[in-house]
């Protein structure tokens, strides 16, 4: 288990109302993956986190909310432990701003900063953002109602299989994904998200595959790359690409998104989001 009692995760918190970049923790990639960042990765992709509750006071001291987006390329230097990154946002709460396209440039350069890479930001008002992303599903087979045995509750790769006699191009998806922090052993739900083309993947074994990491602890970016490298490596798909949205706390969720190619997947919103 990888040590992350530096953090501030799990301890007592002051917070503060007035802006403070210093606030923000950075994890390294290496160090949450257990390997060099620089080594060559079998995915492409990014982390795409939702903050539900943003906001400054513009010049005359009147409040001002948005929805924010933010995108971390997977291949940053480092991550942004999470409750750093919503003590940093709460820090805007009674700083005045210019204006939101200020509030903005703040939050490029300060996270790009933070996690080594640059880092797209975008602010939505809230009538805009529900319309930008409807609550929905993907073309796709939910997993969920079949009809298996399951017994195992730590992650299991062993369940993969593939039929590489027939063929497929689909998207296989879960609402069951639960991990927990490796910090606080928090539960952390998701749905997950499997987009591939290649040899046929096995739906009950996929299913019991993600039920097994139900006791795992892990953040979400590393549980996701795991899922995407144990499909990549035991099903052996043409393309691949694994999205998995988090379920939000403290008012942000966490979205990672791994791909074999240099794609995005779709806006969507899930229900419990």
């Known amino acids: 288990m990888v040590d992350y009692s530096h953090t501030g995760l799990g301890k007592h918190t002051q917070y503060s109302d007035q802006y403070d970049a210093a606030l923000l923790e950075p994890i390294a990639r290496s160090k949450a993956r257990q390997q060099e960042v620089s080594q060559d990765l079998p995915f492409t992709g990014f982390d795409l986190w939702t903050a539900y509750e943003v906001s400054w006071l513009n010049p005359d001291g009147l409040p001002q909310i948005a929805v924010g987006e933010f995108s971390f390329p997977c291949t940053s230097d480092a991550i942004i432990e999470s ?7 709460n820090s805007f709460i009674q700083t005045s701003f210019e204006s939101q396209q200020s509030v903005k440039d703040i939050l490029i350069r300060d996270l790009s900063a933070a996690c080594g890479a640059a880092v797209e930001v975008t602010l939505y008002g809230v009538a805009e953002y529900a319309g930008f992303n409807p609550i929905g599903e993907p073309k796709g087979v939910c997993l969920d109602n079949s009809s298996v045995i399951i017994d195992t509750y730590t992650p299991n790769a062993g369940f993969l299989t ?32 499997v987009d591939y083309s290649g040899p046929k993947i096995d739906r009950d074994g996929l299913l019991k595959y993600f039920v097994s990491y139900r006791q795992h602890q892990d953040f979400h970016e590393q549980c996701v790359e795991q899922i995407f490298s144990d499909i990549l490596q035991r099903c052996h798909p043409s393309q691949l690409r694994v999205y998995a949205r988090y379920m939000r706390r403290g008012g942000l969720d966490i979205n990672p998104f791994r791909s074999t190619t240099q ?11």
């Not at 409750?83 to 946002?89: D, G, I, N, T, V």
């Not at 689909?170 to 952390?188: A, F, R, W």
């Not at 997947?265 to 419990?272: E, K, S």
């Open 263 to 273: 794609t995005r997947p779709p806006r969507l919103r899930q229900v419990r989001q």
């Open 162 to 193: 593939a039929n590489k006699g027939d063929k497929a191009t689909e998207i296989l998806y879960s609402h069951l994904l639960k991990t927990n922090c490796p910090v606080t052993d928090q539960p952390d739900w998701a749905s997950v998200y």
């Open 83 to 89: 409750k750093s990154f919503k003590l940093y946002l």
